[in-house]
């Protein structure tokens, strides 16, 4: 039952991309499934190069993993062509034959809702509009676009005959569990539910395919759109803290405020996670920059992640050190994961 998804734990923006690209490249999975819509961003550094990636899996950095759009998901057709071109992933990425598909009128016609950009702060990228004629059953799926022939397969019934071979699965969920239509800072959330849970439904697999689920949380939380946040702070504070952070599609400033063990503990028993992994420590211990292994990390910051991790009674089994996604601890063997 080999599935390992990568959930958010907070609103998104945990470092969801480059944790799932670490993975790629040590799990060394047979196949990777993105979840969620281009309203999404994930950006992937590697030896210096930088990726920002809103339809493909991160996973793509492993040159041998398969890459999947989950049938659930919704891609927009021009940002989805022109990163499988950017990429060269043609021959190793498929859309579902059932994936819904965004085009420029959604993104046009939510630009144009007022209550979505200027009240809850939308990405604008045409989801929440592409979903609302989904429901109504007049969205186009990618079947119906001829070119994307090549690029459509049945792919949950791909994952299902390699999950009967024993193959592993890597999932990327996309946003994080308090931007959740259902169970997120309702009406300040996405359009979809973003749960491994949810996840799960969108690739059409079942619960029991399931063994590990770790969930992202980073160093201090970040928003951006309208919505509650707790503990907020002034972008002047964030800026001196060094965690001023700009969004990933919209180019928008992020909100910011201290780690949340309260939101966190929430998302962690939704998920029903079975470890996390923390971004970012080097932006709270500068000391921890680019640290590979936990011995080499400064005495505060281990003192930090083991008060999180009795706080919040799941094992810590990869920390991020810096943007670069070598810049990883991974401490899953030890915490009998893998
Ligand atoms: P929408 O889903 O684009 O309509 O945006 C609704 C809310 O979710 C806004 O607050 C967005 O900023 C937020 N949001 C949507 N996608 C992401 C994401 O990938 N990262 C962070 N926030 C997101
Ligand atoms: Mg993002």
Redesign the pocket.
Known sequence: MPVHIVVGGF???EGKGRIAAYLALSRRPWGSARTGAT???HTVVHRGRVWKLRASPSSFLNPETRLYIARGALVDLEVFLSEVEALGLRGRIWLDYKTGIITSEHVTR?RSDQH?MKR??????G??TAMVDRVLRRLRLARDYPELEDLVTDTQLEMLEALDQGELLLVEA???YW?SLYHGTYP????RDTTAAAALSELGLGPRSVERITVVFKAYVT?????PLPGELPHEKAVELGWAEY?T??GRPRRVAPFNLELAERAIRANTATDMALTKIDRVFPEARCRRSWEELPREARVWIEEVEDKLGIPVTLIGTGEDVECTIDLSREKGME
């Open positions: 609103f998104g923006d309203n999404a961003g939510e979505l809850i702060g939308s990405t604008g990228t989801v929440g996309s946003q994080g931007l300040y959330v996405t359009s928003r951006v759109g309208a919505g969004g599609v919209t």
